[in-house]
């Protein structure tokens, strides 16, 4: 069984730490990687993909699975694929123009909402997403900031979600520009995994309907 920590809403007991929340990646069904919630695989991590891996300490780490991450002997606690690298080693993916190859797009349109991760050299992880952009954009914005590794999320406008508290505990409000869903998704429940960002540390959460 999947613990309480990880479920369709944020619980009761994390809230008090509650710093912020934004989307997991893509559904199962579109082939993307795989999942593990608290030790347990939900669906099989796949080598070469990019995964973003939280320690039992709560360290969150960006990575290549079976290159880069996890190291020897490291305490992954879960991990989440989505698709090959954006930047590996500070390099950009050779794919970086190929809009088709970071996920199907509502109407064909090559720019839409996208979201992203980086880590930078000091091992800082950095959130980028737009309602409009293309892969290279993402991969500017995280590169600008420093990123040396990074992986895209999620896509589409329904699903980018990004959401702070400006002390922990506090009131959610919406960080992306034009976000289509409200603050307070992930307190009420959402049909997606999403990732919480806690004082203690980070946590990957399960929707009803996903990974």
Do not use: C
């Not at 613990?3 to 369709?8: A, H, Q």
């Not at 991590?45 to 320690?55: E, K, P, Q, T």
């Not at 091992?123 to 293309?134: K, Q, V, Y």
């Not at 699903?159 to 992306?176: E, H, K, R």
């Amino acid at each position: 069984m999947i613990g309480p920590e990880s479920s369709s809403l944020v619980s009761t007991t994390e809230i008090p730490e509650l710093l912020g929340a934004f989307n997991g990646g893509f559904k199962v069904n579109a082939a993307a990687g795989g999942v593990e919630v608290d030790g347990q695989i939900l669906t099989p991590l796949l080598n070469g993909l990019a995964s973003f891996v939280i320690d039992t300490n709560g360290t969150g780490r960006i990575g290549v699975w079976g290159s880069t991450v996890p190291l020897p002997g490291e305490q992954v606690a879960s991990v989440r694929q989505n698709l090959p690298p954006l930047i590996e080693g500070g390099q950009m993916s050779a794919q970086i123009g190929t809009v088709t190859q970071w996920g199907a797009t509502l109407h064909g349109l090559t720019a839409t909402a996208r979201s992203a991760l980086g880590e930078d050299p000091a091992g800082d992880i950095l959130f980028a997403a737009s309602m409009s952009a293309l892969p290279i954009d993402l991969a500017l914005a995280l590169s600008d900031d420093g990123a040396v590794n990074a992986m895209e999320l999620d896509i589409n406008p329904t699903w980018i979600q990004l959401d702070l508290a400006s002390t922990a505990g506090g009131p959610f409000v919406t960080a992306i520009p034009g976000q289509y869903r409200p603050a307070n998704q992930y307190l009420v429940g959402w049909t997606r995994d999403f990732i919480t960002v806690l004082t203690s540390a980070p946590i990957l959460q399960t929707g009803v309907g996903s990974p």
